[in-house]
Nanobody, 119 residues
């Protein structure tokens, strides 16, 4: 089992920045790829970014490319999502996930952290 806990969410003005963190415990975090997803009110959960277990490969959904950066520190069992130039449409609950089973399918999930961007 693996437990994931997100932090770093909050209220920010459009154009601002936030850095989300994902703290992992339980199984060895570095064995698995990890990802960030988000869910806005009234919408389905959507993929945001993913990073390979070594950190040498990343992927992003088109709407965040050039603004968000995913990273990880396996020695600290932690993952991060640096979000710059935030927009109102980035408002959502953000979830980290680990242990990819298939494309966009992950075994372990955190409880989420709210990000609200005011315009």
């Amino acid at each position: 089992q693996m437990q994931l806990v997100e932090s770093g969410g909050g209220l920010v003005q459009a154009g601002g920045s936030l850095r989300l963190s994902c703290a992992a415990s339980g199984r060895t975090f570095g064995l698995y790829s990890m990802a960030w997803f988000r869910q806005a009110p009234g919408k389905e959960r959507e993929f945001v970014a993913e990073i390979s277990r070594s950190g040498d490969s990343t992927d992003y959904t088109d709407s965040v490319k050039g603004r968000f950066t995913i990273s990880r520190d396996n020695a600290r069992n932690a993952g991060y999502l640096q979000m710059n130039n935030l927009k109102a449409e980035d408002t959502a609950v953000y979830y980290c996930a680990s242990h990819q089973r298939a494309r966009y399918e992950y075994t372990y999930w955190g409880q989420g952290t709210q990000v609200t961007v005011s315009s």
